[in-house]
């Protein structure tokens, strides 16, 4: 198993203190992304400088740890 679904996958069969340390273990490997990460990230998707600047400044509060999609050359 290897990316984001399999995780999705393997979470959602989980229940109990396997699900609970899975989770404490995530949080500790995790962090928010700064405000400037996630206009980047929008960025790197196709999102204009300004609209990015906004959506980033709306959802800092979210904790945002990734912003997934697919993959964009630079």
């Known amino acids: 198993m290897t990316g984001p679904a399999s995780l999705h996958s393997v979470l959602d069969t989980m229940t109990g203190d396997r699900l609970d340390g899975a989770l404490t273990a995530l949080d500790h490997v ?32 979210l904790g945002i740890i990734a912003v997934v999609g697919s993959e964009v050359q630079s």
């Open 30 to 61: 995790s962090r928010p992304l700064e405000v400037r990460e996630i206009e980047k990230a929008l960025r790197l998707h196709g999102v204009s400088k300004s609209r990015a600047v906004i959506i980033a400044t709306s959802v800092r509060k």
